[in-house]
């Protein structure tokens, strides 16, 4: 079987090719019918798109799947969350996040979450930011994002001075962008302004393997499948350890942010796998095959 797949992969490189194509066309598909359906590529959390957040200390007798679902059916037409938050591992409050930005609807949302939970002007705050700030912070980080991946263009540019590799690393890392944004979105979670530091964070790791990848392949001599497999070898032990991290601030980080980071790290850097150890070989071996023959 190990044999078997071997061959594959060293044989059927170009028919390999067309699978991580195939997922950026049904990540674009997705993320299209996201736009279509919504009105943005992504789920935007209240600090991208404006809104505000009701925190309550908490205390055993709140049940918050039964007060997120009472809300709910109370205000079918609001985009309303509750997350916790906690300290050393315990809950100490709990934050119901809306889209409510009047003063009025923000009064409803409390007086409806009073009748659920008592509470004395101590036991909560309120906290708001308008559409126009979350549209403008994101269009802010949207531009840090875009700047970030031409620079890193460049830089790939100038490093290897050859437009194929070049263009393959920035279309490794494009590819894994947009596939993880797009599998994001399934999930169903609201990207808030630590998604935007996760994207750009991954970035820098998607580039990393590629760079690997493109220097043994290109710089140094000997057997192409024999650089191939060694610089595998040392991307998959980095991702694997990475990997392995993320997995364990996962399952003992509490913090909604952090695990938000987590989340998107973990999915992009499996997705990476794919478009760096497949696409990304894949079109460094059709590039080296056509320079052999001029």
């Known amino acids: 079987m190990k044999n078997k797949l071997k061959s594959i992969y060293e044989h059927k490189y170009k028919k390999l ?5 195939i997922v950026l066309i049904l ?15 992504v789920n935007k959390g209240i600090t991208l798109k404006g809104g505000s957040t009701i925190t309550i200390d908490y205390d ?32 100490k409050s709990i934050a119901v996040d809306s889209d409510a930005q009047d003063q009025n609807e923000i009064n409803a949302l409390l007086i409806a979450i009073q009748e659920k939970v008592p509470l004395s002007e101590e036991a909560y705050g309120i906290e708001t930011m308008g559409s126009s700030l979350g549209a403008s912070f994101f269009k802010q980080t949207a531009i840090a994002l875009l700047i970030a991946f031409i620079l890193m263009g460049i830089v790939v540019l100038v490093y290897f001075r050859t437009i194929v590799p070049s263009l393959a690393v920035i279309l490794a890392a494009f590819s894994d962008i947009v596939v993880t944004l ?3 979105n399934l999930t169903g979670i609201k990207l808030s302004t630590a998604g935007i530091a996760a994207f750009l ?4 790791y998607s580039v ?17 499948m024999s650089k191939i497999y060694g610089a595998m070898k040392t991307g998959l032990t980095m991702s694997a350890t990475t990997l392995t991290a993320i997995l364990v601030a996962l399952i003992f980080v509490q913090s909604e942010v952090v695990k938000q980071i987590m989340i998107i790290l973990f999915i992009g850097l499996l997705v990476d796998l794919l478009m760096t150890w497949i696409q990304n070989v894949g079109i460094l071996r059709i590039y080296l095959e056509k320079k052999k023959k001029y």
């Open 17 to 21: 090719l067309i699978i991580p194509f």
């Open 208 to 224: 990393d393997t590629d760079i690997l990848l493109s220097t043994r392949v290109l710089k140094r001599k000997g057997e192409l």
């Open 27 to 41: 990540a674009f598909i997705q993320i299209g019918t996201q736009y279509a359906v919504t009105g943005d590529f």
């Open 201 to 204: 964070m991954l970035i820098g």
């Open 60 to 91: 055993t007798s709140i049940s918050i799947p039964e007060l997120e679902n009472f809300l709910s059916n109370k205000f079918p037409l609001a985009d309303i969350s509750i997350r916790t938050i906690s300290s050393a591992g315990i809950i």
């Open 182 to 184: 797009a599998i994001f």
